[in-house]
């Protein structure tokens, strides 16, 4: 299989059956296919009429969208896939059979049990978020698992039967609260989230959060790592009970078909941000699906950054030079004293610096910008988007200064003013080189107290110019510096 062989995950859950078709089986594969149907199989085991059954309309709904998915995969060239069964099917006590009607279509599902499902939604954060350190929680229909990550590592995990579509059994916020701790006590997470992040995974809490960012108009509409304060979903409650269709079709990219658990997923997460106590509350749209994914890829591959990678492939692809961005990174490198994390964020967009060129020159700053803020990054929070398109935006000769005045507002000014001058680099960059290596190979970037120097091989000299000059101008201007060109 190579690497953009698509591959597939079919997930048969409690409230809907997906396929989501990715570009191949890299570290963070592009989605190229994604189709969902509410099938609703986990709602004969709400404690109603059911009886503990899949109820036969939503066995016919599900096998319909089975029938097609396995249409579509032969018609995509799917190389790989695999079907799975999580909480409903699991739990049914006409889940076997179901199961065997699944076959008789020609494909082979397999069951996830709670502890495997709980490690993929772990496995499906850490993909996303390497640094995550805290609870996992992913809400599905029939079941909550709870899972605890720190270092790159799963270190346990618990299903719960407390899937949105189960929730409406209980009574008053009394025997819900208590239902809650006693399944907390249980499992050993009581006490476990304190001062940590709580990672909200599954369809319902990322309803929320749209509704959430709605709220507060929020500058970008991402809600991937869209973090919320632990007393949050208590102040949302009476917006979220009085939401119907009309007020939530004003609501972008909000899912429909959310809107009837969003009310006890709601309630749901703010008794676990009560009794497990974090610090933050942060959304992850990375679960088992690409926890399935993650877990077979080899461990060096797992290692890597997915935002560095995922930037190199956007180099890679869109650039004119292959592999430019780590030696434009490495030449203004010398000029900076970044820490860590923001010379993480400059590697990034150095990789990106020659993605708009396709572009017309008037419109190169609002392609990097809009590349930047909404590509399909992970490993970023809103703020490190901002820093990346900032550092974008400026290199591509937009100015200093961002259009939108709110996504300023998602990073200080001292960060914003260091993007800023990475783009003025990295500008100086590649109009020295035009992109290609030998200039930057034969030339270095370096700051003493008082000066920005550039210096030039001889045999390059000529390099030099001025269009080159203006540049190293405005960078050393920016810097408090003077400029000076030299020859060794």
């Known amino acids: 299989m190579t690497a953009h062989s698509p591959i597939a995950i079919v997930d048969i859950g409690s409230n809907s ?6 570009s191949g089986a890299t570290r963070i594969p592009s989605v190229v296919f994604n189709e969902k149907v509410m099938a609703g199989l986990g709602r004969g085991l709400a404690g109603g009429d059911g009886g503990g059954r899949l109820s036969e309309e939503a066995q016919e709904r599900a096998l319909a969208a089975i029938a097609r998915f396995k249409l579509l995969l032969a018609q995509m060239g799917v190389v790989r896939h695999r079907i799975v069964a999580t909480a409903a099917v699991r739990d049914a006590s006409n889940g076997a059979a179901f199961l065997d009607r ?9 069951i996830l ?12 954060v850490l993909s996303s978020i390497p640094d995550a350190d805290g609870i996992v929680g992913d809400l599905g229909g029939g079941s909550l698992e709870l899972v605890d990550v720190a270092k790159g590592r799963v270190r346990r995990s618990a299903s719960l039967p407390l899937g949105v579509l189960r929730l409406g059994g209980f009574a008053g916020k ?10 907390l006590e249980r ?3 009581a006490g476990r989230g304190e001062g940590r992040a709580f990672y909200m995974v599954g369809g319902s809490w990322r309803t929320l959060a749209r509704v959430d960012m709605h709220i507060l108009g929020h500058p970008l509409p991402i809600v991937h790592q869209h973090e919320m304060a632990p007393g949050r979903p208590r102040e949302l409650l009476p917006a979220i009970d009085a939401l119907d269709r009309a007020s939530a079709a004003k609501i972008p990219s909000l899912s429909m078909s959310r809107l009837p658990t969003l009310s006890a997923a709601t309630r749901l997460l703010r008794a676990l941000a009560e009794r497990l106590r974090p610090g933050s509350l942060i959304v992850s749209s990375f679960g088992i699906r690409e926890g399935l994914l993650y877990a077979d890829l080899p461990e060096a591959t797992q290692a890597r950054d997915p935002l560095i990678e995922a930037a190199r492939d956007a180099g890679t692809g869109l650039g004119r030079f292959a592999q430019h961005g780590e030696l434009l990174d490495a030449w203004i490198a010398p000029i900076f004293d970044d820490p860590p994390a923001l010379a993480r964020l400059r590697l990034a967009a150095c990789f990106l610096a020659d993605v708009a060129w396709q572009a017309h020159p008037d419109f190169r700053a609002e392609r990097g910008l809009d590349l930047a803020l909404h590509g399909n990054w992970v490993g970023i929070d809103p703020g490190g988007r901002v820093l990346l398109a900032q550092a974008l935006y400026c290199s591509f000769g937009g100015g200093r200064d961002l259009p939108d005045g709110a996504l300023s507002a998602l990073c200080s000014a001292d960060s914003l003013r260091r993007a800023s001058l990475w783009g003025l680099a990295m500008r100086l960059g590649q109009r020295l080189s035009g992109g290609a290596a030998t200039g930057l190979e034969r030339s270095a970037l370096l700051r003493t107290e008082d000066r920005l120097v550039l210096t030039l091989d001889r045999k390059q000299a000529g390099l030099g110019g001025e269009a080159v000059d203006r540049r190293l101008k405005t960078l050393a201007s920016a810097l408090g510096l003077k400029p000076e060109r030299a020859i060794r």
């Open 17 to 22: 059956v997906r396929l989501v078709v990715y």
């Open 187 to 189: 499992t050993g997470f």
């Open 174 to 183: 009394g025997a819900f609260h208590r239902t809650v701790e006693e399944a």
């Open 113 to 124: 049990s709670g502890e495997d499902e709980g490690l993929m939604a772990g496995l499906g």
């Open 102 to 110: 699944v076959r008789a279509l020609g494909v082979k599902p397999e």
